[in-house]
């Protein structure tokens, strides 16, 4: 059976195309907010275009940030896909304005340093071994459009060694940047998979093989 997928709606600009992709890559999708449906889906993707700000106010008032919570302390995937990505980290800061994030991971989202922003095209990225979105995805390319990323990574390591530590992939462009991250059930992407091609397809695809 096709697995169940939620794309959580909050106002985010890139819900149906997002929809669509999911669609193609063997999922059945609903977009919704409804809370029930959200946490007892097999998977939820939480999109995200535009403002750091904007969308934390948009997933508020859904209580998105609530929901993501809840499923992860349950061990339901979630895919975060670009400021869905961003909004999982502690806080974003744009035009000197800090908003709290999910607080999902440490660390802040701020603008990129590079002599061309915003960062607008198709790039390689630095996967490292193990990774289960990128199996099959080693060299390719993914389209990214975005102004603001993660440039440091500071969740601390389990000092147990009991946890798997996350596996972190990277980009370049002026300045190294978050590109994607796996931790357990909490998945993410600053490019778009939905507009990455066949790439973003497989990307997809090792994402809903994953969930159960």
Sequence with gaps: MSP?????????????????AVARAGADVTVTADWDAAL???GLVVPGV??????MKGLR????EQIIGRRLAGGLPVLGICVGMQILFSKGIEHGVITEGCDEWPGTVDGLEAPVV?????????VPDGSVLFRGLEDARFYFVHSYAARRWELAPDPTGTIEPPLVTWAEHGDRFVAAVENGPLCATQFHPEK???????????????LS
Aim: aromatic content about 8%; hydrophobic content about 45%.
């Design 4 to 20: 169940n997928v939620v794309v959580l709606d909050y106002g985010s600009g890139n819900l149906r195309s997002a929809e669509r």
């Design 196 to 210: 990455s091609g066949d790439a973003g397809a497989l990307l997809l695809r090792n994402w809903l093989s994953t």
């Design 40 to 42: 007892a889906a097999d």
């Design 118 to 126: 915003p960062h607008m095209g198709w790039n390689t990225v630095d």
């Design 61 to 64: 008032a859904v209580r998105g």
């Design 50 to 55: 535009g403002a750091f700000a904007a969308c």
